[in-house]
């Protein structure tokens, strides 16, 4: 295979030996030396693209019928091929794993999202060096390989400024990285990297900046440079938008594109979807909407605020995705310009999940107040309207417009038990390979089958070796077959489904499942057994959206679908069955590697950026000190000493006119602030904040001493507290507030202080709280 030493099997290609020189000069050598070359590609493999956007459902996109328009979805698909039966993992992390390695997620080690991580083995975050990525293998084999955007598959110890960095993109098979590493970020305000280096945006929101144009424009940039450098090579791009998972964020224009179309409601909405998907050909015309998810209320049950909010956000959402589409039509139309269009694979995931109902029964504001329990009231937010989707928000949309987004299946994101949390659109797009034009594939396949695929159509091998490290069996099968037989049998006989304990299997077309818990109960109820959950079994062959449950007519099938899960999950490292989430994103209860482990103290030098939570000492639910040596510049010192969160929840140390501050941001909610009497005169000084924790259990308040140089100088209570995260985008930061600010006193950007901060120090005491197993459960009996 184009001279390749080892076939292609052993990557990277093995070193050739020279032969041994026997000239003593150059001028005796008669033969020309050859030069050293990369690895070229095979003949003829076509560029690879794969495009993932986020928290889509199988009903959202006009190219599957649904009410977000899509236009680079639309052409793709009238010029390539529709998947209708293309299944996911109900998650974020593990889609992209398996996505990445062709392997189960659980097989390699990502049964839940990286900061649910535990230590058991399916479950770890870590990814075996025995599972090579799709662009490690690319790379291997002669590809020039870019990633652009999420991507949420390194362990978050390891997400620090001293790495390690081989889980990095750049260490995982890409030549370059830009994005973020997070499961969401700030549209607005992004915390971003270009490799391993953490950069953030030159422009604001207010000067047109939003984070889908900038990966974009970066895909764009990437791709010209490496036609013009290295013409005869391919190229990986892998794009993965973070449109359209929370925060919902869009320009009012994308917004107001959608004003009023969505006032009839998400039961009618799925009615319309419905009649749409029947019209072309994605769903047969014998399908039925699934039942209706139990306890989520209807659209007439809702008042004229809930209505109005509902109606508002789904406009935001509806936007957010269009806008993101578009932008991809930028790279579409770039390819096409440079001639490439035709000789791309392009794999368009139109989603890594079902739509999220992790929004709860009203939506909210700001989407970390869900994660603990507390639930925004719609008398509140109609106030603040005007504000969803732009940058003062951190919206997502309520579960009503997910269960909408997933027509015609039941449940969402999270439930992998149920094509609403598994089934999305997959589009592929390859005109040099695809004779079909707008064709529809109907054959059932799974997410560990692109990998395969990919390879396939690069005419490269599975690798038996990769980096010195013997390849366990990719999983998946390649797809390959179905571009030229629209008809052909399906090469994917069985796959099982696992999330959050949702569960099942699908085997020939029937599928045995069981809903364990719902999305919006971040907490599970104490004492449910997975033992007692009620196995639900659909002829799928007859019942295309597992609307009638035939458990009870064949019960000896479903025991045998039963013992085939178990057979599966021990296979595939699924158990122990895990259905904890919010306690999960807890280093300690989830019992994984914590970087500051049982240090009490910590020491922070003065230009220290970009910490996220996991790697710096926990200051939640216990009394705890930050000391800062800090010198004022001889003038009213102002700026940000050390910061942690943001906007939406989070602490500061600052001065403000000379004046020591000190503020706690409850969720958006509360903001607590202490601020000095008198500045600082010039020179070194030590400014400290005491919190001292009122102890009774988890997010309880305290009382807090603000001092400097040893003398107090303003005290405080704080009502309530962040009792599990502030956030999963932004960080800690000394010398500046990154991100968004915790606090209105300073702005947004240029806040960095203007003396000099020599070191932060934080200091934990041993009061720490248990965490009390049920105070943050979403329960939907009380709504």
Not at 36 to 63: E, H, I, K, Q
Not at 439 to 457: K, N, S, Y
Not at 637 to 644: K, P, R, S, W
Request: aromatic share 10%.
């Amino acid at each position: 295979m184009d001279g390749f030493t080892g076939g292609r099997h052993v990557l990277p290609e093995p070193e050739r030996r020279a032969e041994a020189v026997t000239a003593l000069g150059i001028d005796e050598q008669t033969e020309p030396f050859a030069p050293v070359r990369p690895t070229a590609a095979p003949d003829g493999a076509p560029n690879v693209v794969v495009v993932v956007l986020d928290d889509l459902g199988f009903g959202s996109s006009s190219a599957f019928g649904g009410p977000c328009p899509m236009p680079t979805a639309d052409r793709l698909a009238a010029d390539g091929l529709r998947y209708t039966r293309f299944h996911v993992t109900a998650l974020c992390s593990p889609t992209r794993q398996a996505l990445m390695t062709g392997r189960n997620h659980h097989s390699v080690g990502m049964g839940g999202t990286t900061e649910m991580a535990t230590s058991a083995p399916g479950y770890t975050g870590f990814r075996p060096r025995s599972a090579a990525t799709m662009a490690r293998t690319l790379q291997a084999n002669g590809y020039s390989t870019a990633a652009f955007g999420k991507w949420h598959q390194t362990p978050p110890s390891e997400i620090s400024p001293i790495g390690p960095f081989d889980r990095w993109p750049t260490g995982e098979g890409f030549d370059h990285f830009y994005g973020f590493m997070a499961c969401e970020m700030n549209h607005w305000y992004p915390l971003l990297f270009e490799g391993t280096t953490p950069v953030e945006p030159t422009r604001r929101p207010e000067e047109g900046y939003h984070l889908s144009e900038d990966l974009v424009d970066h895909a764009v940039d990437w791709v010209r440079t490496q036609r013009t450098m290295t013409p005869d090579r391919p190229f990986f791009t892998y794009l993965a938008f973070g449109a359209s998972h929370a925060p919902l964020h869009v320009a009012p224009a994308w917004q107001q594109r959608h004003r009023g179309r969505f006032d009839h409601g998400w039961d009618r909405q799925r009615e319309l979807t419905l009649e749409r998907q029947k019209e072309l050909g994605v769903v047969p015309a014998s399908a039925e909407l699934a039942p209706w998810a139990e306890g989520v209320p209807h659209w007439d049950e809702l008042d004229d605020d809930q209505r109005a909010l509902g109606a508002r956000f789904m406009e935001t959402f509806a936007g957010f995705t269009e806008h993101a589409d578009t932008q991809l039509g930028r790279f579409v139309t770039e390819l096409e310009e440079l001639g490439e269009l035709d000789n791309t694979l392009f794999v368009y995931l139109i989603g890594d999940n079902g739509a999220s109902g992790e929004g709860g029964l009203e939506g909210t504001l700001v989407e970390h107040r869900l994660g603990h329990g507390l639930v925004d009231d719609p008398a509140e937010m109609i106030g603040h309207i005007d504000e969803i989707g732009g940058p003062d928000s951190y919206p997502i949309a309520p579960v009503g417009w997910a269960l909408a987004m997933n027509t015609p299946y039941q449940w969402t994101k999270q439930v992998a038990s149920h094509f609403g949390g598994t089934r999305d659109g997959l589009v592929v797009h390859w005109p040099r390979g695809i004779p079909d034009r707008g064709g529809l594939r109907h054959q059932f396949h799974h997410v560990i089958d692109v990998l395969p695929t990919v390879l396939e159509c690069a005419g490269v091998p599975e690798p038996v070796s990769v980096d010195g490290v013997t390849q366990q069996p990719i999983e998946g099968v390649s797809m390959r077959y179905t571009f030229d037989a629209p008809d052909a049998d399906d090469r994917r006989r069985t796959q099982y489904f696992e999330m959050c304990g949702n569960r099942g299997v699908y085997h020939e077309g029937w599928t045995a499942v069981t809903r364990h818990g719902v999305p919006w109960e971040m907490v599970p109820t104490a004492g449910r057994s997975f033992r007692d959950d009620v196995w639900e079994l659909y002829d799928t062959t007859t019942d295309w959206s597992q609307a009638h449950d035939l458990a009870a007519a064949h019960p000896e099938r479903l025991a045998s679908l039963q013992e085939l899960f178990l057979g599966e999950a021990a296979k595939y490292q699924v158990l122990p069955l895990d259905d904890r989430v919010t306690e999960r994103e807890n280093p300690k209860l989830a019992g994984r590697l914590d970087l500051v482990g049982n240090r009490r103290t910590v020491t922070y030098h003065g230009r220290t950026r970009r910490l996220i939570e996991e790697t710096v000492p926990n200051v939640k639910n216990r009394s705890h000190a930050v000391v800062a040596d800090v010198d004022t510049d001889g003038t009213l010192t102002d700026g940000v000493i050390v910061a942690q969160g943001g906007r939406f929840g989070g602490w500061a140390l600052y001065c403000l006119g000379g004046r020591a501050c000190y503020v706690y941001n409850y969720f958006g909610l509360a903001v607590h602030t202490l601020r000095a009497e008198d500045p600082m005169p010039p020179g070194r000084h030590e400014v400290r904040v005491d919190f001292a924790y009122d102890g009774g259990g988890v997010g309880r308040g305290g009382s807090v001493v603000l001092s400097v140089d040893d003398a107090k100088v303003a005290t405080g209570v704080v009502d309530a507290t962040v009792p599990y995260y502030f956030s999963f985008d932004e960080t800690l930061d000394v010398g500046v507030d990154l991100g968004t600010p915790v606090s209105t006193d300073y702005p947004r950007t240029g806040n960095a202080f203007t003396g000099t901060v020599h070191t932060v120090r934080i200091e934990l005491r041993d009061d720490a709280a248990p965490d009390d197993g049920g105070g943050y459960r979403r329960v939907m009996a009380a709504q």
